[in-house]
């Protein structure tokens, strides 16, 4: 009976060697697939056209939805939502609205423009640069948020929401936008 005891303890010493290895591995692994799946980026697209080269800060979140900000040939700055590639389609009747953490909601441009509209993505204009300077609430919330949220209409007629850690994006973004470019949010600043 004694020897039985001993071999038990040893069995169950060695399972639970096993079982704390496995969940400090699981605990490691996981926030780094979370990270590796949710992080921002500078990725490069060249116009196949002009040749010319354009730097992209781009999140990719984990349900498969995207957002990118870039500044195109004319100094405008943008950002682009994508839905998911799946049947899902907006509906290009309405802009989808964004959120930044408990912010002002927004579906427009700046300037209360409207949104350029396609079934899998909606883009917006979100400053003007001028002399490495951008007067642009939106960027500098895009820079300084914690999460933005995105809510959208279907082609079906249900609604769709998302959201896009905002964690490392003014790094990234000041990557894509330009190093020296200056975010203010009022006139004369």
């Known amino acids: 009976m004694f020897v039985i005891s001993i071999i038990l303890a040893n069995i169950i010493d060695k399972m639970k060697r096993k079982l704390t290895l496995f ?19 500078v990725m490069s697209h060249t116009d196949t056209d002009s ?12 349900e498969g939805y995207k ?3 870039y500044r195109d040939a004319n100094d405008v700055v943008r950002s682009r939502f994508s839905i998911r590639n799946s049947y899902d389609l907006i509906a290009v009747k309405q802009c989808p609205t ?7 909601l927004s579906n427009r441009s700046i300037n ?5 509209l396609q079934p899998r993505w909606a883009e917006y204009v979100i400053g003007y640069i001028t002399d490495d300077r951008v007067l642009s609430l939106p960027l500098h919330n895009l820079m300084n948020g914690n999460v933005i949220y995105y809510r959208f209409l279907l082609k079906n007629g249900t ?3 998302t959201s896009f850690s905002l964690s490392g994006s003014k790094d990234i973004l000041n990557t894509a936008l330009g190093k020296n470019l200056v975010v203010t949010t009022k006139p004369g600043q």
């Open 23 to 41: 969940l400090f591995l699981l605990s490691v692994s996981v926030p780094i697939q979370l990270l590796a799946q949710s992080q921002w980026n």
């Open 51 to 62: 040749g010319v080269q354009t730097r992209v800060a781009t999140i990719e979140n984990e």
């Open 67 to 69: 957002l990118e900000i």
């Open 98 to 104: 964004s959120q930044v953490d408990e912010r002002v």
């Open 112 to 116: 209360d423009a409207t949104c350029i």
């Open 159 to 161: 609604y769709g929401e």
